[in-house]
């Protein structure tokens, strides 16, 4: 977005775009997500930028704007709109830092207790001496209850501190896991991911273990969408997200790769464990015949295709990345609807 923008939303007309861009969306049947308003609220205040100009391209062939779509308008013209990578450091640094805090004032609260019986044990210790030391101890227990009044009221301020740092806390990693999920189907998206896979190279590396990975694709997904439409086609990702999601859950890491194709991790866990995840993915995705929802109109049935590399030793990311691809696009070349290992390294660079 530019600077010009970002200062239009800060000025009078900004409550006339709110009102106009959610007037268009209702007129064009788009749900007000956070995401989709963003979007619209750029194209009814900028009517000739190249965002404006290819929505209007797309309705006037009469393309819904689907949230698939809007994810990829999204992607393509405001990527300075998404959360980026320093943004998210910051808060995995502050969220730290937060933690460290909480535990100063815990041992802070400890430390003002233990300081406060620790008077009362020195006042009773004193209290059947002569009269000048009857004095002393009589401003002890003075001083005494006014550092645990103070306390007291210290401890309460510092169980409000607390309360609003877990809360900020709790917000910060809200804000992470919504900036790495995918909005339609509610998996990690691609760059959770490709920080997923990174990592678990390195840790799989580092120990001498193994890990997975899998790629999945859901088979004629674009002729699908084009007999049924993209409403129908989100359905359908949804449904198959669904069955990968459940079957790739922690420490498994299950991602939407990018438009139909998702991805699968699994480490520490070996190409035959995979395999049998896999197959059953397949299987189910494949078992169920899929209606329109407001009509009831049998869609019929829905098949992926996979492909799953096992790393080797050495192996970068990247080069794990490659290798499930091709076992996926060997799959479909295969006659789909069907679960490929990966060649092995030598193959691959030979081919």
């Known amino acids: 977005m530019s600077a010009e923008f970002q200062a239009l939303l800060r000025g009078p007309r900004a409550y006339d775009l709110a009102r106009k861009a959610l007037e268009v969306m209702e007129g064009h049947h788009v749900w007000p997500t956070v995401r989709n308003f963003e979007l619209w609220v750029c194209y009814v205040s900028e009517s000739t930028s190249p965002l404006a100009l290819e929505i209007d391209r797309l309705l006037a062939a009469g393309e819904p704007i689907t949230e698939t779509l809007g994810e990829a308008l999204a992607a393509q013209f405001m990527p300075d709109a998404r959360i980026n990578g320093g943004i998210l450091e910051a808060g995995d640094a502050l969220s730290k830092e937060l933690h460290t805090v909480t535990r100063a004032i815990e041992s802070a609260q400890k430390s003002s207790e233990t300081y406060g019986q620790e008077l009362a044990t020195a006042s009773e210790r004193l209290s059947g001496d002569d009269a000048q030391l009857k004095a002393v101890v009589a401003d002890l227990t003075t001083a005494t209850q006014k550092v645990q009044a103070d306390n007291r009221l210290l401890e309460t301020q510092?169980?409000?501190?607390?309360?609003?740092?877990?809360?900020?806390?709790?917000?910060?990693?809200?804000?992470?896991?919504?900036?790495?999920?995918?909005?339609?189907?509610?998996?990690?998206?691609?760059?959770?991911?490709?920080?997923?896979?990174?990592?678990?190279?390195?840790?799989?590396?580092?120990?001498?273990?193994?890990?997975?990975?899998?790629?999945?694709?859901?088979?004629?997904?674009?002729?699908?969408?084009?007999?049924?439409?993209?409403?129908?086609?989100?359905?359908?990702?949804?449904?198959?997200?669904?069955?990968?999601?459940?079957?790739?859950?922690?420490?498994?890491?299950?991602?939407?790769?990018?438009?139909?194709?998702?991805?699968?991790?699994?480490?520490?866990?070996?190409?035959?464990?995979?395999?049998?995840?896999?197959?059953?993915?397949?299987?189910?995705?494949?078992?169920?015949?899929?209606?329109?929802?407001?009509?009831?109109?049998?869609?019929?049935?829905?098949?992926?295709?996979?492909?799953?590399?096992?790393?080797?030793?050495?192996?970068?990311?990247?080069?794990?990345?490659?290798?499930?691809?091709?076992?996926?696009?060997?799959s479909k070349h295969a006659g789909r609807n069907r679960t490929t290992a990966a060649q092995p390294l030598a193959v691959v660079a030979a081919a």
């Open 158 to 330: 510092l169980a409000d501190t607390r309360g609003e740092l877990g809360r900020l806390r709790e917000s910060l990693d809200q804000v992470r896991r919504d900036a790495m999920t995918d909005g339609l189907t509610n998996l990690t998206n691609r760059k959770a991911f490709d920080e997923s896979l990174a990592a678990m190279c390195e840790d799989a590396e580092a120990a001498g273990e193994t890990v997975t990975l899998a790629m999945l694709d859901i088979d004629h997904f674009k002729g699908f969408n084009d007999t049924w439409g993209h409403q129908i086609g989100d359905q359908v990702l949804r449904y198959v997200a669904s069955v990968i999601g459940r079957l790739g859950v922690t420490p498994r890491l299950a991602a939407r790769y990018g438009g139909e194709e998702f991805a699968v991790i699994f480490p520490s866990e070996s190409g035959r464990i995979a395999l049998g995840v896999l197959e059953e993915i397949r299987i189910e995705i494949s078992s169920r015949s899929l209606k329109r929802r407001s009509t009831n109109e049998d869609l019929g049935a829905v098949t992926v295709s996979a492909g799953y590399a096992e790393r080797l030793s050495g192996e970068s990311a990247s080069s794990l990345v490659e290798r499930a691809d091709a076992a996926l696009y060997a």
